[in-house]
């Protein structure tokens, strides 16, 4: 009997412990790596551009600061929750709402609107060991303009 009660809390802990690490691959801050990165049709941003990710109760809270294409300071900032319902983001041109959904320990989807419009379509893919993360964003951009980005972020 303790050995089986040994055996399935191991389990227990096993799983606790992968769900933990996979939580911690998205939080942390982030910097674009702007030689990685390839902005179609560009032109790319002029400075540099970070992001803060921080776990939230079955979600993320998202504060992003940069430099703009054409030189202007940017930032804003959203929470969601892993459940593809539209939350709003406080700061941004670009978008009035964000939806995200986690498509696996290592995916997220996060889908833009503006004017409840759909514009562009984030998909956020995170290295297995947490140290790059590739957004790969497709759409249109708030000045009407078809996106094909992808955005190379390192810790």
């Given amino acids: 009997?303790?050995?089986?009660?040994?055996?399935?809390?191991?389990?227990?802990?096993?799983?606790?412990?992968?769900g933990a690490f996979a939580a911690d691959v998205f939080?942390?801050?982030?910097?674009?790596?702007?030689a990685k990165s390839k902005y179609d049709p560009g032109p790319p941003p002029k400075g540099p551009n970070f992001s803060k990710l921080e776990a939230i109760k079955g979600g993320l809270k998202f504060t992003n600061d940069g430099v703009n294409a054409e030189g202007k300071p940017t930032h804003n900032e959203w929470s969601g929750q892993?459940?593809?319902?539209?939350n709003p983001v406080k700061g941004d041109l670009a978008r009035d709402t964000a939806a995200l959904k986690k498509i696996d320990d290592y995916t997220?989807?996060?889908?833009?609107?503006k004017d409840g419009k759909v514009t562009t379509t984030i998909r956020s893919v995170f290295s297995r060991d947490g140290k790059t993360r590739t957004n790969t964003v497709q759409g249109t951009s708030y000045k009407g303009i078809k996106t094909n980005n992808t955005v190379v972020y390192e810790k």
Avoid: Q, Y
């Fill in 1 to 18: 009997m303790k050995r089986r009660m040994f055996v399935l809390g191991t389990i227990v802990f096993c799983f606790a412990v992968n």
């Fill in 27 to 34: 939080s942390g801050n982030w910097k674009v790596n702007l």
């Fill in 82 to 86: 892993f459940d593809g319902k539209d």
């Fill in 108 to 113: 997220l989807e996060i889908v833009n609107k």
